[in-house]
Nanobody
Framework: QVQLVESGGGLVQAGGSLTLSCAAS?????MGWFRQAPGKERAFVAV????????RYADTVKGRFTISRDNAKNTVYLQMNSLVPEDTAIYYC???????????????WGQGTQVTVSS
């Protein structure tokens, strides 16, 4: 099972930007980003195919967030722009085999990184 480590979270003002990284211990296929706010279920954010040619986004982040990957580095990124307080959550990366927004389809998860957006 591949090991995933997220980084890049932090505190940012509304309207600001952050870039999250997810380093994998080996080759991965489909990679997804999810987030979980206090008292809420884990929610899909974005997914990218193994080649990077297919991406999907949640409606809440479309046009503001960009998922990308560097397979030579076994790393996936989430560029987050125009952040709003509602984006505050723990962000997790996950590795799976299918291009899907269902958390149940991902077999490996990172420990998460906190993103806090102040108003």
């Amino acid at each position: 099972q591949v090991q995933l480590v997220e980084s890049g979270g932090g505190l940012v003002q509304a309207g600001g930007s952050l870039t999250l990284s997810c380093a994998a211990s080996g080759r991965t296929f489909t990679m997804g980003w999810f987030r979980q706010a206090p008292g809420k279920e884990r929610a899909f954010v974005a997914v990218i195919s193994s080649s990077g040619t297919i991406t999907r986004y949640a409606d809440t982040v479309k046009g503001r967030f960009t998922i990308s990957r560097d397979n030579a580095k076994n790393t996936v990124y989430l560029q987050m722009n125009s952040l709003v307080p509602e984006d505050t959550a723990i962000y997790y990366c996950a590795a799976g085999a299918l291009i899907t927004n269902s958390p149940a389809s991902y077999g490996s998860w990172g420990q998460g990184t906190q993103v806090t957006v102040s108003s």
